[in-house]
């Protein structure tokens, strides 16, 4: 089983829509929980962080966190072709540690 | 300003030889990381400096050799380079109370 699993995609939403990305972990003791998004040939750059289960919201990005079910997903809301690109999940165990990342789902927002 | 920098951005050299890659942050932050990501995406780490001390050294073959000579430079020496060794390495720093990490550039390395 891989640590940080991510269905590799390609995930294609029309443009407007909610793209729903999702990511399971498998270490119980995970603290820290963070999305990038990384174009191609490019670095991965953070959306967002989530620490505590619930959801939190910045801008038209939601991360859901739900501990108990070791998993944490994040939505895109009104979806715009700018928004294609790899979605990276990367899951830590407390600050200053090695992040683990998943291998990413691709996101295709068509027009 | 770039926050996180590397040099060089492509590196393209024949098996055998040896090649460094160098990392510069400056956002004051007290950890760096080097990553390796291959030709499927998939970004794995391999090594991490806390105020110049290793404190993640990852199952890496020890023809890779990081060094940081201070807080804000981490750099990374490859012996004897390998076709397998051929992928893009990114430098990473982090800070502040959640400890994000932002990468560099990323360093495009081909073994031919």
């Known amino acids: 089983q891989k640590e940080v699993e991510q269905n590799s995609g390609p995930l294609s939403v029309p443009e407007g829509a909610i793209a729903s990305l999702n990511c399971t972990y498998s270490d119980r003791g995970s603290q820290s929980f963070f999305w990038y998004r990384q174009y191609s040939g490019k670095s991965p750059e953070l959306i967002m962080f989530?620490?505590?289960?619930g959801d939190k919201e910045d801008g038209r990005f939601t991360a859901q966190l739900n501990k108990a079910s070791q998993y944490v997903s994040l939505l895109i809301r009104d979806s715009q072709p700018s928004d294609s690109a790899t979605y990276l999940c990367?899951?830590?165990?407390?600050?200053?540690?090695?992040?683990?990342f998943g291998t990413g789902t691709r996101l295709q927002v068509t027009l | 300003d770039t926050a996180v920098s590397q040099t060089p951005k492509y590196l393209v050299t024949q098996m055998g030889n040896d090649k460094s890659i160098k990392c510069e942050q400056n956002?004051?932050?007290?950890?760096m990381y080097w990553y390796k990501q291959d030709s499927k995406k998939f970004l794995k780490i391999m090594f991490s400096?806390?105020?110049?001390?290793?404190?993640i050294n990852e199952t890496v073959p020890n023809r890779f050799s990081p060094k940081s000579p201070d807080k804000a430079h981490l750099n990374l020496h490859i012996n004897s380079l390998e076709l397998g060794d051929s992928a893009v390495y990114f430098c990473?720093?982090?800070?502040?109370?959640?400890?994000?990490?932002?990468f560099g550039p990323g360093t495009r390395l081909l073994v031919l």
């Open positions: 990473a720093s982090s800070g502040g109370p959640q400890e994000t990490q932002y």
């Open positions: 989530i620490y505590s289960n």
């Open positions: 956002l004051g932050h007290d950890t």
């Open positions: 400096y806390n105020n110049k001390e290793l404190i």
């Open positions: 990367a899951v830590g165990r407390g600050t200053a540690s090695k992040l683990t």
